[in-house]
């Protein structure tokens, strides 16, 4: 067992996909990126995690549609919703756990995902 938590990140946009690993990892996390809802849910169902990061806008399904399929395969795993809209629909944000917007900064983002790694019932991180 890991004494890193497990993140599972869901984003198409590359460069931020990238570039939230990256800030992450150096924060002590294990990361697993996907680039899409669907590979998202797959890698979900196949692997456990602490939580998971998905992005609002995704090419085949919306953030709040894939928090919606991650509850029913694990609904005690925390769910961030990253999104670059400041008013997302009610009906959204009930899926999720927490929201947070895309371009905050580093300290804020890293803090809002140690909130929600912290939800997680087990006490024990995600195992391989």
Known sequence: MSDQPRLLCI??????????????????YEVVTAPDGRTGIELFAEQ?????????LLPDADGGQVASQLRQIRPEVPVMLLSAYPNLPEEVLQRVDCS?????????????????????????HASR
């Open 11 to 28: 984003d198409d946009e590359v460069i931020g996909l990238k570039v939230r690993r990256a800030v992450l990892e150096r924060a002590g």
């Open 48 to 56: 456990l995690f602490d939580g998971v990061v998905v992005d609002f």
């Open 100 to 124: 947070v917007m895309k371009g905050m900064g580093t300290e804020e983002f890293l803090r809002s995902v140690a909130a929600m790694v912290k939800r997680h019932p087990s006490g024990e």
